[in-house]
Every structure is written in C-alpha cells, then in structure tokens.
C-alpha cells in the first residue's frame, strides 16, 4: 500500500500528512516543527525553502518570497494585486497580465514558486515514509476561484505529483475533527483563518457524508492584515518620536514585519509584550533603537475591523446556506489567527454557538487532506462521501452585455449544466462564447475566465440556430465549457486555465529542469568542493600552531605548509574553483605528511611516558586527532 500526502498549501505556512496504521499524522520536518514556513529564497547558486528562506528575510529581502499565495490565479491588474505589490519586500512585474516575481532578472509565475514548496514538503514525507511518494490531496481556500485552483493543481504537477483532488480547506478541516464518527447528524460552521485568507463553510454531515451548503471567504484577510496593522502602528509611532521612516529600508522594514508577527502570537497568551530592535536604522549618521511596548487592548482596537470582517463572512456562509444561528451545533475554528482572544470573542459574541478547538487549527487542513488522499488512493475502505460546492456563479455573456447564470453558486461538485442557446442576427455564421464568473447580472463586472469560438454554424435566420452549451466541473472545481451546433454536431470547447499555465509552458519547465540537469548537480558539487576546502583551511589553522605539533615537524615544514595554505586562502577569496580545488590539493600533500608525523611521534611519546599515579587518565586524553573530531552538520535545507 502506497503512502499518499495529504498537504495543507498556506500562505503563510504549509503542513503536510500522511495515513499511519490508519490515523493521519502531521509529517515533522528536518527541524523538527510540524509546519514549515511557506518561505522562498532564490539565489544564483541555490533555492532555499522554509525555515532557512525564512531566516533570511531580513538579510536578503529581494531574493525572499513570502506569501505567493495571494498571487495564486490573479491577474496582475488586479486590486488587490495592486494592494500587495505595496506589502512584498521582493520585485513582482508584469508578464502577459500575470503578476511574476523578478529575481536577478529571471521571472517567475507564482505557480513556479509554489512548486519549490510543494517539492519541500513532498520531500519531508517521503523522508519520513522511506520511499517516494507519487499521489496527493492539495487543499484550497473556499473562496479560490476557477482560475487559482487550476493553478495550484499545476504548482503540484510541476513538483512531480499526481494530484488526485483539490478541496476546500474548511472541509478538510471538518475531516480533522472526526465530527461524523458518531453518525448523528450535524449542521456546523468552519472559521477558518489563516495567515493570507479567511474561508467559511457551512456543512452537513449525516452517516458518512460530508456536504457543503455554502461557502464564502476572503482571500485577502488573514494573519497578515492583524501583522500589518502592528507594523503600520510601529512605523507610524517611530517616525512620530525618532523621525525615521522604517517603511523606506527594505531590511529595516523586514525586521518590523518579523517582530510583528511574533508580537501578535505573544498577545494571544500575554496582556502586552515588547518590541525590541536595536540598531534599526540611522539618524543624523547615529544608531538608532526600537523599544515599544504594545498592550492587547491596543492591539484590539487596531485589529477590529478584521475580527468584525471575519464575522461579517460567516454571517453571509450561514445565510447563503438557508440557516439560522440556532441551527450550528457549533463553529469549528481552523488556522492560527483564531487563537486572537478577541476574534474569538466575536465570534461568540454574534452566533452564541459553542466554538470547537478540537485540532489543532495550524494541523486540521492538512490532516484532513491525507484522510480524503488515502480515501481517493483506494487504500481506505472508509465509506466517506465529500461534497464540495462551487463557490461562485458561472455564466455566458448574452446579448445586450447580459450575465446569463448557468452553474449558480454552491451548487455541489462534481457537476454538469447544459442549456441551448440561439443567434442573435440573420446567418451568424459563428458565436464567441464568453465565460463569466461573478454575482452580478451585468456581464462587464463580472470576471471574465475564459473566450473562445464556435464557427460553421449554417446560415439560417436568427432563432433557429440551437448551440447547446455544457459546462462540466471536476471535483477539483476546475471548468470545461463546451459549445456545440445541434443541427450539425459541431463543438468546441475549453478548460478553464486563464491565469495559469499553459500546457505549452508546463511542458517548457519540465523539459528546463530536465535540460539543465547536469549543470544544476555540476552547481552543487563546486558549493561542496568549496565547503569542503574552507573546513580543511579551518581545521589546519587550529593545528598548525599546536605546541605538541610544532615539536613534532621542522621549520620548514610548517614553512611549506603555511604557504599551501596561504595560497588555498587566496583561491577562496578569488571564488574560482578550479583554483580551490588544485590549492586544497597541494595542501592536502603537504600537510597529511606532516599529520602522519606528529601523531606517530605523539603514540611513541605516550607508550614510552610513564604512568604517574593520579593523571594517566590526563596524560591519556590530550589533543584531538583528525580522526575523532566532528563537524557540526550542516542545517541549511535546500531543494
């Protein structure tokens, strides 16, 4: 029985789960934490993911990327693009209307990004597992359009997996809890908050199955917008009283964001905590301190709007769904912002229905998707039955710049809508078939997710013509739309991938890490080839001046290999390794001669010593040879 993942993709942070002995369990990394920073950093000679990405934000901003998510599916005239591009320390341009982060002049999509991430954790369970594993379950914000999820589906292609399903975090989450193990019927209500998106779910579940009503969200609130505001309110208040714009030093500015984040995890448990940063910038050529002292209460008042925002799209979920409060047995909290105090009380406050804090809310999302992944593997003989729902309405643009609904809102997936169409003119010998997605009745505001044509359509007057338009939704949510000439069984058709990637560019990254292989392992070898000679320079500098070792050799020995080393430090400092490589060859020659020597002369001296009552454990133990001494391991994790 094959191992598959199950992987909770967060914003701010991803965990991932597989089935062990028939239980979902959370996948520990190589650091040993249970989630691993959605954090990565990109430079010339290698690709860091996670915590160690994460480490070097605030040295290395421009190069660091966080929060991709929220770039997932969007265009890059987008609102809220434009909202974003003001809160991300590293460069995001514009490539045919998509939003790319730019890197040393290289761009890429957000789904490239997303994949050295999916490959990161996808490494971590197969580490754990001892084999390699092919399948998973990727979970997705609720209020994920078409366009997002498609390209999360591919970021999880482009990491080498097969991705059975993309779901909803919120039932993910509901899968987590085990509130169906006692076959009684319940109505509940997920609050899933995150770092980057808020999502809430109104389900039923009833003897095995599991089916959402309604969904509704935010993907541009979460945990962040609570660190902005902490952020704001400090930049704001240190430039009042040291007259210091942090917001204008990249680095400066990153330490803020940091100090942030972990200042809001203290006021969950803490009535205020301190923020303390020194040397934050400078101020007339002097130093400067940050030392603020930030209460809860404050840090409420500053956070409102988003606890009442939260509350206002559980509301809307609860009334979409045809329900009123007193139908939730209870609202299960999901993600780390809903360990906030104070947007737990509002939660209580407005519905007054018990808050279940049964899961851990960073770990749900993730141990739910490794349930449905063994479920879709056919390793489970579990009878469960998910389903999801739409979440938005789905429509063509008819005359007069009409929205015409065909798959309206929360309509349970998987799913197929036909309905017949005509002409609107005398022998219109083709029909453009705009996809919309949107609430509105007008077809110009609503989202555009797709054209395409339908052409050879006979002459004939207009109404007799019938076009015949299905759309069909996968349980992933992803949308073909077909149109198709009843009179003559012509079609054409379209998957919905605006947005993403094409197959043409997913086939181009495949076939770019296939063809630079050799020079990505070429790469590799000369960063060891240098490690490796700068921890043989360091370990002959520590010897070379040794008392015993100076008795042992000659003058001129330690002369010739002072040299060798001398000349091996220059090859370090020139970063040019062919140089490194012969440099730490020819100490190497000089110097294992030299090691032989002493420690020969070292066992000679030790068995000819007598042993003096007291110390001959002492006389026994001194020195550390080549032989015994460790290196620290090294703990920069790369993919």
Request: with cysteine.
């Amino acid at each position: 029985m094959s191992k598959v993942l199950g992987l909770d993709l967060g914003t701010g942070a991803s965990c991932v789960a597989v089935i062990e002995n028939g239980k979902p369990v959370v996948v520990v990394n190589e650091e040993g934490t249970r989630t691993t920073p959605s954090v990565v950093q990109i430079t010339k000679d290698e690709v860091k993911v996670g915590n160690a990405a994460k480490r070097s934000m605030v040295t290395n901003p421009k190069n660091t990327v966080s929060f991709i998510k929220r770039f997932m599916g969007a265009e890059y005239k987008d609102q809220d693009v434009q909202k974003m591009l003001k809160m991300v320390t590293y460069d995001v341009v514009n490539n045919s209307g998509k939003p790319y982060v730019k890197i040393d002049g290289k761009e890429y999509s957000p789904e490239q990004i997303s994949s050295m991430i999916i490959s990161k954790m996808k490494k971590v369970a197969e580490d754990y597992a001892g084999e390699e594993i092919k399948d998973a379950v990727i979970t997705v914000p609720a209020w994920f359009g078409d366009a997002a999820r498609t390209a999360t589906k591919t970021a999880g292609e482009l990491a080498g997996l097969n991705v059975l399903r993309v779901i909803n975090e919120p039932t993910s989450a509901a899968l987590a809890a085990n509130l169906m193990e006692d076959k009684k019927d319940k109505t509940i209500a997920v609050v899933d908050s995150g770092c980057g998106t808020v999502d809430v779910s109104v389900l039923e579940l009833s003897d095995g199955m599991a089916e959402v009503l309604a969904s509704n969200g935010d993907v541009f609130l979460g945990g962040q917008n609570y660190d902005n505001a902490i952020v704001d309110w400090v930049c704001s208040e240190f430039k009042k009283s040291d007259g210091v714009d942090l917001k204008k030093d990249n680095m400066a500015f990153a330490r803020v964001v940091e100090a942030a984040e972990k200042a809001k995890i203290e006021l969950s448990s803490s009535t205020q905590t301190e923020i303390n940063l020194p040397y934050i910038g400078m101020k007339d050529g002097v130093p400067v301190n940050l030392v603020m002292t930030l209460s809860r209460a404050k840090f409420e008042s500053l956070v409102k709007e988003f606890n009442d925002r939260t509350v206002e799209k559980a509301k809307e979920a609860i009334k979409k769904a045809n329900k009123q409060y007193s139908d939730l047995d209870c609202i299960l909290l999901v993600g780390g912002t809903t360990r906030i105090p104070s947007l737990q009380e509002a939660l209580k406050k407005e519905f007054s229905v018990p808050l279940n804090q049964s899961v851990n809310p960073d770990e749900a999302v993730a141990l739910g998707a490794a349930k449905q992944a063994d479920i879709l593997a056919g390793n489970s003989t579990g009878d469960l039955l998910l389903l999801d729902v739409t979440p938005l309405t789905l429509g063509l643009e008819t005359k007069g710049n009409i929205m015409t609904p065909i798959v309206e809102a929360n309509t349970t997936i998987p799913c197929q809508k036909k309905q017949v169409f005509t002409t609107s003119v005398d022998n219109q010998p083709m029909v453009e078939i705009n996809v919309l997605q949107g609430e509105r009745p007008i077809a110009s505001e609503n989202k555009s997710i797709g054209h395409f044509r339908l052409d050879g359509i006979p002459m004939a007057k207009s109404g007799i013509p019938q076009i015949e338009v299905a759309f069909d939704i996968d349980a992933n949510g992803i949308v073909t739309v077909t149109a198709k000439d009843l009179g003559t069984n012509k079609e054409q058709h379209i998957t919905i991938q605006n947005n993403s990637l094409s197959d043409d560019e997913i086939a181009k990254i495949k076939a770019d890490a296939e063809k630079y292989k050799e020079a990505d392992e070429k790469k590799k070898k000369e960063i060891e080839d240098v490690n490796d000679a700068e921890s043989y320079s360091y370990r002959v500098k520590d010897m070379i001046d040794n008392e015993d070792f100076v008795k042992a050799t000659t003058d001129d020995e330690r002369k010739t290999a002072q040299e060798k080393l001398n000349a091996l430090t220059e090859a370090l400092e020139s970063k040019d390794h062919d140089k490194i490589v012969e440099a730490k060859k020819a100490l190497e020659d000089a110097w294992n001669p030299l090691t032989k020597k002493f420690y020969e002369q070292k066992n000679t001296n030790t068995q000819e010593q007598p042993k003096e009552e007291g110390n001959a454990e002492e006389k026994n133990t001194t020195g550390t040879t080549e032989d015994t001494k460790e290196e620290a391991p090294h703990v920069d994790a790369t993919v």
